[in-house]
């Protein structure tokens, strides 16, 4: 009997040895492994999308997603994302309010990495649906049908004109937003987004743009392109706008020109007046100032009539030389 009770208790030791060496190896490979990065997107809340880096988190090897909702039985992925051969995401319906999500290696039996989260945490919109636009005195009305999941969702209403490089932006609530101060006669473009704000999602996803629309007029048209013969007509228009004001620029710089001559007279500038006096005439200043006051008077009496007595010069001239004295340059002049 004793050694009945003997053995039972060294068998009950040695099991629970087993259980706690089983429970620190699984424990140490949740603990020890690095955490990895990885995204959820709950897509609308009928579809969910897990995705990690293979190449950074597991290089040079695959590895497989197994999956649960709530207390039902796990699911192994049945839609796998690929990224150069390599299993980089996962799809799969959402069937629940909560998800367990658990990476394994290729043939499932080594735990790599796991983790429990909210489905509605991840929450992404979808694009908007049946977006309307109302004109009124400038301002513009803008409305979508409410969504099914319309808890902390947000709207943002995007526009440009054909002139815009870039968008202008307005954010209110869903599912209605009105926008003042827009000229109807001008093309605009429109475009309009759900956003599901980080007050109740971990992060804050934006649904994909709705389809862009081009109105004028208040009227929803397919091209905002200029037509060809206003283009022309605003081209001709430029050129001839463009000739007659280099034609008016002219007429001015003349009509300046000539007021300027009759208030301040062109002044000869006096450092070339003494340039010809070496130049032409070896510094001989006699020489020299008879030119110059030849040119002098005859400049001022151009109406006058010279009358140049030849005799009387020839005279003075030889009286002179056979003197030594200077030459006398002096004219006579009748009126």
């Not at 790599?112 to 004109?135: C, I, L, M, R």
């Not at 710089?253 to 062109?266: E, F, G, N, T, Y």
């Not at 005279?315 to 200077?326: F, I, L, M």
Request: aromatic residues 10%; contains cysteine.
């Amino acid at each position: 009997m004793a050694l009945d009770i003997q053995a039972y208790t060294v068998t009950l030791l040695w099991s629970n040895l087993l259980v706690s060496r089983s429970s620190a190896q699984w424990l140490n490979d949740a603990s020890g492994h690095p955490t990895i990065k990885y995204s959820i997107i709950n897509l609308n809340g009928e579809q969910m999308m897990v995705s990690w880096n293979a190449t950074q988190n597991f290089p040079d090897r695959n590895v497989t997603m197994f999956y649960r909702f709530d207390e039902h039985e796990y699911k192994q992925c049945p839609q796998y994302i690929l990224d150069q051969g390599y299993n980089t995401g996962c799809r799969f319906r959402t069937e629940g309010e909560d998800f367990h999500i658990f990476i394994n290696d290729t043939a499932g039996t080594e735990q790599h990495y796991s983790d429990e989260q909210g489905v509605h945490a991840f929450f992404k919109p979808n694009s908007p649906e049946n977006v309307t636009f109302k004109w009124a005195d400038g301002n513009v009305i803008v409305q979508c049908n409410p969504p099914q999941h319309l808890r902390c969702l947000k709207m943002e209403f995007q526009y440009k004109n054909t002139l815009d490089q870039k968008w202008k932006s307005r954010k209110g609530k869903c599912c209605k937003i009105e926008e003042h101060g827009l000229d109807p006669a001008e093309c605009y473009s429109f475009r309009l987004r759900l956003e599901r704000s980080d007050n109740c999602n971990k992060v804050a996803y934006f649904s994909e743009w709705g389809a862009e629309t081009l109105w004028k007029d208040g009227s929803s048209i397919d091209s905002c392109a200029i037509d060809p013969e206003s283009n022309t007509i605003i081209l001709l228009t430029s050129v001839l706008a463009a000739v007659l004001a280099v034609f008016a620029l002219l007429m001015f710089v003349c009509r300046l020109q000539r007021i300027r001559r009759s208030i301040m007279p062109v002044i000869p500038d006096p450092k070339h007046m003494y340039l010809d006096l070496f130049s032409d005439h070896e510094g001989n200043f006699q020489d020299w100032i008879c030119k110059t006051e030849n040119v002098l008077v005859q400049a001022k009496v151009e109406d006058e009539e010279e009358e140049c007595v030849i005799e009387e010069r020839e005279v003075e001239d030889t009286r002179a030389e056979k003197s030594g004295s200077p030459k006398d340059c002096s004219m006579k002049h009748s009126g």
